[in-house]
């Protein structure tokens, strides 16, 4: 994202959530880097994207339903880990349709820790449709107010080079 008005057009922020910001000065990929930052008063910060619909069938394995293939991936960077109890990615279709992996624990302060997981591993919310997918949320359940920024959120084949961006930050 070029900057802080374009960022939170596309993501929404609810619960804990504060409006994203852009970091231009410390990415691992693109030109800047999501910045979603949280107050602590209920104990969960989200945050919702909705790009254009891609077709992930391809990836997925299925038009819809549970995915027999597939991994989701992404960047991290959190100032404090202990800011943070769990992350959890959904992508899907809509917002009663979707996979939801849970990230293992955050373990290194201020750096880029990469993360993949399986969307054969996924929990499944109703049925989501792969053929138009545009639906993707980061849930973060925090113990105190801070930050994490986002990098590089990737769905790609198994045993693939193919990436295939959902959304770029």
Do not use: C, H
Request: negative net charge; charged residues 15%.
């Amino acid at each position: 994202y070029a900057d802080n008005t374009t960022i939170q057009a596309e993501w929404i922020e609810t619960g804990d959530g504060i409006n994203p910001t852009v970091d231009l000065t410390d990415y691992i990929e693109g030109t800047s880097s999501a910045v979603l930052a949280w107050t602590n008063a209920s104990g969960t910060a989200t945050f919702t994207a909705s790009p254009s619909a891609q077709n992930l069938q391809p990836f997925t394995g299925v038009a819809s339903g549970a995915p027999i293939k597939g991994n989701v991936m992404i960047w991290l960077e959190t100032a404090n880990i202990t800011d943070i109890s769990s992350i959890k990615l959904r992508v899907g279709s809509d917002n009663t349709n979707y996979a939801e992996v849970t990230l293992t624990a955050l373990t290194i302060n201020d750096d880029w820790v990469y993360f993949q997981s399986s969307l054969k591993n996924a929990t499944i919310v109703g049925t989501p449709n792969w053929t138009v997918a545009d639906y993707i949320t980061i849930v973060i359940a925090e113990t105190s107010s801070g930050s994490i920024k986002v990098n590089g959120f990737r769905i790609n084949a198994e045993n693939s080079f193919t990436l295939y961006n959902v959304t770029s930050t």
